[in-house]
């Protein structure tokens, strides 16, 4: 079965360049249907059926940020992927809250557009929704390449989670040596710049997501692009420090903790290297209380709930989308294949191969 697309702009040679350059046969999209303004987009949305929307941020009537919000209340399985000339950060806030798969920043590149689009189709088939800031960034050809700077993108961001600035510059100057001796287009001025975007995209979500709201500021208009390479991974480095700190100064005015915070952090990122310990010290209180405030709002402890989201996820990999046990064990947030199977035969009682035959 085609996924179903529609494509919201008020520009026609806007929804023209979406309409050249997806591959449409590759990826098993068909058009649905075009719309010129938010409200056309609604009422096209409530009469065609749609897997995938592709919209506009700055269009008349019924602007970027509400129709986001409707499409999110009224058709909360529908793939969203936002496009836009304005580099704006109250779009991508919005963005983020509605669960849009990606941010696209006109003019839009083609390999960076099938690739998401790629996704989606691969998140349909599989009935599933991943974290934006978890995509798998298309920056580089070489796959071994791609591999590896994925790799440190998520140290990174298990150091942005452990609120660990030292973690994040560490890794961050890892990344630039192995960029500067395997990776032929490095330090080119275009891939710079793609790694800058990227990484900010990160880090903005990531403060989002924490409840904060930033002054845009701090990520942008700091020309970083015009830094060498190796001044631009301590800006990177720097921006981060700055992010964790405008966190922590935040929370130590809090008068309360909200569990339902904490859970909403855990659902977002339990792929990662959470715990107690580290879940205190972003929130930036003892783990006795964290853990006898979150037993006693919500019927379980800090470590049973991270378990049962990692052990939900791993049980629907295996067992519905039939992926390996090793590779689903990675993506529930174990490294030790022999502990995750541990874990997984105390929660269901049997073994992944025998749940899954």
């Known amino acids: 079965m085609m996924a179903r697309m529609i494509i919201i702009d008020d520009e026609p040679w806007s929804r023209e360049v979406v309409k050249t350059l997806t591959e449409w046969e590759h990826l098993g999209i068909t058009l649905a249907g075009e719309a010129d303004d938010g409200d056309a987009g609604l009422e096209l949305l409530r009469s065609v059926p749609a897997d995938i929307v592709i919209a506009d941020m700055k269009m008349p009537g019924i602007d970027g940020i509400e129709l986001l919000k409707a499409i999110h209340h009224e058709f909360p399985a529908v793939k969203i992927i936002v496009m836009s000339g304005y580099d704006d950060f109250a779009y991508l806030r919005q963005a983020l809250k509605s669960k849009a798969l990606d941010y696209l920043i006109k003019p839009i590149d083609p390999i960076e557009l099938n690739n998401i689009l790629q996704q989606c189709v691969t998140e349909i088939e599989a009935g599933t929704r991943g974290p934006v800031s978890m995509r798998t960034p298309v920056l580089f050809q070489n796959r071994e390449v791609l591999d590896e700077y994925v790799r440190h993108r998520r140290r990174v961001f ?169 590779e689903a064990a990675y993506l529930s947030g174990y490294s030790d294949l022999a502990y995750f199977y541990r874990v997984f035969k105390k929660h269901f009682g049997s073994a992944p191969g025998q749940l899954r035959k």
């Open 158 to 326: 298990a150091c942005l989670l452990k609120l660990n600035s030292d973690g994040v510059a560490e890794t961050l100057h890892d990344l630039q040596n192995y960029l500067a001796s395997h990776s032929e287009g490095f330090p080119n001025a275009d891939l710079r710049s793609r790694i800058i975007h990227d990484y900010l995209l990160l880090l903005e979500e990531f403060v989002i997501r924490s409840e904060v709201t930033p002054d845009p500021g701090i990520f942008r208009d700091r020309e970083i692009d015009q830094l060498d390479h190796t001044e631009m991974f301590d800006a990177l480095a720097a921006v981060s420090a700055e992010a964790i700190e405008l966190i922590k100064e935040a929370r130590r005015f809090k008068d309360y903790l909200d569990t339902d915070m904490v859970k909403d952090h855990i659902d977002h990122y339990f792929q990662e290297p959470i715990s107690l310990e580290t879940l205190a010290k972003m929130f930036l209180v003892s783990k006795e209380h964290l853990s006898r405030t979150f037993r006693k709002t919500q019927q379980e402890t800090v470590n049973e709930y991270i378990t049962r989201k990692r052990m939900d996820a791993a049980r629907h990999m295996i067992i519905d989308e039939e992926i390996e046990i090793k």
